[in-house]
């Protein structure tokens, strides 16, 4: 099935309701683009300049406790306010709308250990982080006026990461930003076309395939999806439908430990470093309304194309027409697949 697959197309993306043009035969054409440095991963437990290190003094004055597990708090430069002024200043046109926004954004150390990414990470220091992300979401949707909570890390200086220390953010909003709302409506018309969850069925297909499945346990699968963009991208799967973090059980948070582990080693692998992505969970909203719909579910988007040091950009037809990807995901997968852990 691999071989019609080596001449362009373009694939559908039902999550988001948009095509993902492919073209194979690019990855034979000569590079003499950027290629950029490759970055040591950071090799001191404790570093005194590290802002998020234990007892360390933050950029913005305050001290870090000495914390032996995992730690959280407020942005000291947030991107959103909880309390921000109550309107925006009128515009002449209804062209130039605009609206204020609320919102809390807070900061979550994976571990004390400055030089640990997940792929290093034992699996219950991982378990401790899951809990902390489920306990954080349960914690901030009690607050009303908050509509969604996206969780994400970005690793890497290449990813624009501002400290290697391991961490990652938390940015609730008093909306539903457009890459969720995008998946809601997708997942909700499907939902209503056909009776069924819009990943349920996703998964299924590519389970009876295995053609782009990396790695599965007994609660989670890893997939480089069929519309994938990014060259190696994934997504992470929950087997059971579910629609936010703190509905998953003790043995499916063990095994979402697993799993990331699992991927991120598997990153780190293929390029022999380590490896910078974005990684972000896709829950339901907490809007108060019911989302059956709604199937959780997480995003890595790594941007590295051919080796440590050439990466993947989205610009030119990318950014005026649509999406496109060289490398098959069959071919991804593939390569993923056949790594070490």
């Not at 953010?169 to 457009?178: C, E, G, L, M, Y």
């Not at 022999?272 to 059956?292: E, K, L, N």
Request: charged share 20%.
């Amino acid at each position: 099935m691999e071989k019609q697959w080596q001449y362009p197309h373009r694939r559908w993306n039902p999550l988001r309701r948009s095509w993902v043009m492919v073209s194979p035969h690019r990855t034979q054409r000569p590079w003499q683009g950027e290629v950029s440095k490759s970055a040591a991963p950071a090799s001191l437990t404790y570093d005194p300049e590290c802002y998020l290190c234990p007892g360390n003094k933050r950029a913005g004055g305050e001290a870090n406790p000495d914390y032996d597990g995992v730690f959280s708090f407020v942005n000291d430069y947030a991107a959103v306010l909880p309390n921000p002024p109550a309107s925006v200043d009128e515009t002449s046109s209804p062209l130039l709308a605009a609206e204020p926004v609320q919102g809390i954004c807070k900061v979550l150390c994976f571990h004390p250990d400055h030089s640990l990414t997940l792929a290093k990470m034992q699996r219950p220091d991982i378990r401790r982080v899951i809990d902390a992300w489920a306990a954080e979401t349960e914690e901030i949707a009690a607050q009303d006026w908050i509509k969604h909570i996206q969780i994400f890390e970005n690793r890497g200086a290449m990813m624009g990461a501002s400290n290697p220390h391991p961490h990652c953010q938390i940015w609730a909003t008093s909306h539903i930003p457009d890459e969720p709302a995008i998946e809601t409506e997708a997942q909700q018309a499907y939902l209503a076309e056909h009776g069924s969850c819009l990943l349920c069925d996703y998964l299924a297909a590519e389970r009876a395939s295995g053609e782009r499945i990396i790695v599965e346990n007994d609660h989670f699968t890893a997939v480089v999806p069929w519309w994938a963009v990014w060259p190696f991208e994934t997504m992470i799967l929950s087997r059971r439908h579910c629609g936010l973090l703190p509905e998953l059980k003790s043995d499916e948070r063990d095994s979402l430990a697993d799993i990331l582990k699992r991927v991120t080693s598997r990153y780190d692998n293929l390029f022999d470093i380590s490896f910078p992505y974005t990684m972000g969970f896709h829950q339901s909203p907490v809007d108060g309304a019911a989302h059956p719909e709604w199937h959780f579910h997480a995003h890595f988007y790594p941007p590295l194309l051919r080796s440590a040091t050439v990466r993947k950009f989205m610009v030119g037809f990318e950014m005026l027409g649509m999406p496109q990807r060289d490398i098959t995901p069959e071919d991804a997968a593939a390569r993923l697949r056949a790594l070490g852990e």
